[in-house]
């Protein structure tokens, strides 16, 4: 096994393997839409050009809080207002009244950016029923490192 081994990061399709905390992390913007459910992790380039047209209060927190949500369609480029990212926006800010206002670094409610880590550990288990063709979508494997919600800590989700 790769897990705990000092050389690879392997998640293990679950339990966040420590050998991950030496790699370079990047962030996944993720949604804790039920109690029993994996995270949702949404398409990061897509949050990142949401985030960047809303976070035009200068706070740079990563969330849609304050005025942002008003002022997004007037914030966002033209050639972008009729793209998937209004839609997206809706998601993010659904998720985090839904999370009842909870608040932590880059996290409001049910909604945050967590780090995360390539990882060759689950690429197999993605479902090819579900996968959208190459052309129109590119998946990644990811082991994330949960430290907003905790779902899964201690246990692998397989």
């Not at 949050?47 to 969330?63: E, K, P």
Request: net charge negative.
């Amino acid at each position: 096994s790769a897990y705990k081994d000092g050389q690879i990061c392997d998640c293990e399709c679950g339990i966040w393997d420590p050998d991950c905390d030496i790699s370079e992390f990047s962030q996944v913007a993720a949604l804790n839409t039920e109690e029993d459910m994996p995270l949702l992790l949404l398409d990061t380039e897509q949050a990142d050009v949401t985030m960047i047209s809303m976070d035009i209060d200068g706070n740079r927190n990563m969330v849609i809080d304050g005025k942002e949500d008003a002022e997004f369609t007037r914030n966002l480029e033209p050639t972008l207002v009729e793209s998937v990212l209004p839609g997206l926006k809706e998601r993010i800010v659904a998720a985090q009244v839904a999370g009842h206002g909870t608040k932590g670094d880059k996290r409001l409610g049910s909604f945050a950016w967590l780090n995360a880590v390539q990882s060759r550990g689950c690429a197999a288990m993605l479902d090819a029923q579900l996968k959208l063709p190459e052309a129109l979508a590119s998946y990644k494997s990811v082991c994330v490192k949960d430290v907003q919600f905790k779902k899964m800590q201690g246990s692998a989700s397989g």
